[in-house]
Nanobody
Framework: QVQLVESGGGLVQPGGSLRLSCAASGFTFSSYTMNWYRQAPGKERELVAAITSAGDSTNVADSVKGRFTISRDNAQNTVYLQMNSLKPEDTAVYYC??????????????WGQGTHVTVSS
C-alpha cells in the first residue's frame, strides 16, 4: 500500500538547521510531484515547497525563500527538505505530499503522517 514516512523533525534553536526526509513506497514515485506542507497550531495548512517529478524544477514559499531547499532522489524514492536559519515561526507539523494529475483519471494525492518541528531557545 501507499506509504509516505517523514523523519528528521525535532527541537532546534533559532538559527539552526534540520533536514526532513520522506520515504515513499507503494506507488511510482518518479511520476509524482512532491510537496512539503506545514501546519502551525491554530493555522491552516500551507504549501512550503514543491518539486517536479523529474526534479528539474522547484518552488518554495516566499516565507522560506533563501532558507529552505527541496530536493529528491528518485532512485531512493525519497524527498528532502533542507531547512536552514530556522525561526520560531517555522514551528509546525511538516507533511510530505505526493500528487499526480492525469487527464480523465481522478487525481492521486497521498499524505504522510507528519513530523513535528519546534524552533525554540
Amino acid at each position: 500500500q501507499v506509504q509516505l514516512v517523514e523523519s528528521g523533525g525535532g527541537l532546534v534553536q533559532p538559527g539552526g538547521s534540520l533536514r526532513l526526509s520522506c520515504a515513499a513506497s507503494g506507488f511510482t514515485f518518479s511520476s509524482y510531484t512532491m510537496n512539503w506542507y506545514r501546519q502551525a497550531p491554530g493555522k491552516e495548512r500551507e504549501l512550503v515547497a514543491a518539486i517536479t517529478s523529474a526534479g528539474d524544477s522547484t518552488n518554495v514559499a516566499d516565507s522560506v525563500k533563501g532558507r529552505f531547499t527541496i530536493s529528491r532522489d528518485n532512485a531512493q524514492n525519497t524527498v528532502y527538505l533542507q531547512m536552514n536559519s530556522l525561526k520560531p515561526e517555522d514551528t509546525a507539523v511538516y507533511y510530505c505530499n505526493a500528487f499526480r494529475r492525469r487527464i480523465g483519471i481522478r487525481d492521486s494525492d497521498y499524505w504522510g503522517q507528519g513530523t513535528h518541528v519546534t524552533v525554540s531557545s
